[in-house]
């Protein structure tokens, strides 16, 4: 039977290609426009997993994708760190030249904006998804216009790639997660735990959280802050630790439950930093 994945944006996305490098070409997709959809779908059944960016080397951390997973009591089974590759495609036999605007996903024309000066008869239109527009070209058979999308969507949409990686900085990636409702069965050969937890507005306590990290031989990679809305001034805090010891982990989790309150494990998985 073949597996359900939400994405954000269309096929032949970013998004996309992360569902196939999991679990292969034999999907189903849902195609999601924006990522309260994607959980939506999720919720509702319709889907069985759900493929969400997180942070990026360039743009920073997807804050609002943290209170998503964390609001919905969604648990992250794997991770995937992908690198960003920008392309400029058209339909065929069109050549630069011919091109009088490229529409695409706000963050991409900004990662392409210095290659685009070379081309000033062009102009940058803002859209909703890469893969979506490159989709739109070739089913509406629109000449002169050209997308910025992942390569996948030009094989897919059978489009040609004028220019090959344009992206202005080229060590640009994504960090995404595999997402469910339901909580996996315990795997002690998980590597990775994202956590999450509030704390006491005193002196001391989120250092006091972080000795105990540090003590359990936790390697921690990622800590971010995000207000409680429902109480000015108090903060959650969503930690990402990487470990060798599982028993080492389940002592610092057992310490922390104590410690901090409204403590939550948003998912164990294996580290995808290879």
């Known amino acids: 039977m073949k597996k359900i994945i939400a994405i954000q944006g269309a096929q ?40 969400m960016a997180l942070e990026n080397t360039i743009a920073g951390s997807i804050i609002p994708n943290y209170a998503l997973i964390d609001a919905n009591n969604l648990h992250m089974t794997n991770e995937e760190y992908l690198n960003i590759h920008h392309h400029l495609m058209a339909l065929k036999g069109q050549t630069i030249a011919d091109i009088k605007e490229v529409w695409s996903h706000p963050m991409a ?15 940058l239109v803002e859209d909703v998804d890469t893969a979506e527009v490159a989709k739109r070209i070739a089913k509406e058979n629109l000449k002169g216009i050209a997308a910025i ?12 790639i004028l220019e090959d990686e344009i992206q202005t900085i080229k060590e640009n990636s ?4 595999i997402v469910q409702t339901t909580k996996p069965a315990v795997n002690e050969t998980v590597n990775k735990a994202s956590l999450k937890f509030q ?8 250092a006091a959280i972080l000795n105990v990290l540090s003590d359990c ?12 809305i429902e109480t000015p001034w108090k903060y959650s805090f969503f930690v990402d ?5 599982y028993k080492e982990y389940k002592k610092a989790i057992a310490i922390i439950e104590i410690m901090a309150a ?8 294996k580290n995808g930093r290879k």
Do not use: W
């Not at 999308?149 to 040609?160: T, V």
């Not at 630790?241 to 010891?245: A, H, I, K």
């Open 12 to 51: 032949g996305s970013n998004h996309h290609k992360v569902a196939i490098d999991f679990y292969g070409e034999d999907i189903q997709l849902i195609e999601c426009m924006s990522f309260d959809a994607l959980v939506a779908s999720l919720l509702d059944k319709s889907a069985d997993l759900g493929v």
């Open 109 to 123: 024309l900004l990662q392409c904006k210095e290659f685009f000066k070379k081309y000033p008869h062009i102009k």
């Open 149 to 160: 999308a992942p390569k996948i969507a030009a094989e897919i949409f059978g489009l040609d």
């Open 174 to 177: 994504t960090r995404f997660v």
């Open 199 to 206: 704390l006491d507005h005193k002196r001391g306590s989120l």
């Open 217 to 228: 031989k936790m390697n921690l990679t990622k800590i971010q802050s995000l207000p409680v």
């Open 241 to 245: 630790v990487t470990f060798e010891d």
């Open 262 to 269: 409204k403590f939550k494990i948003l998912g164990t998985y």
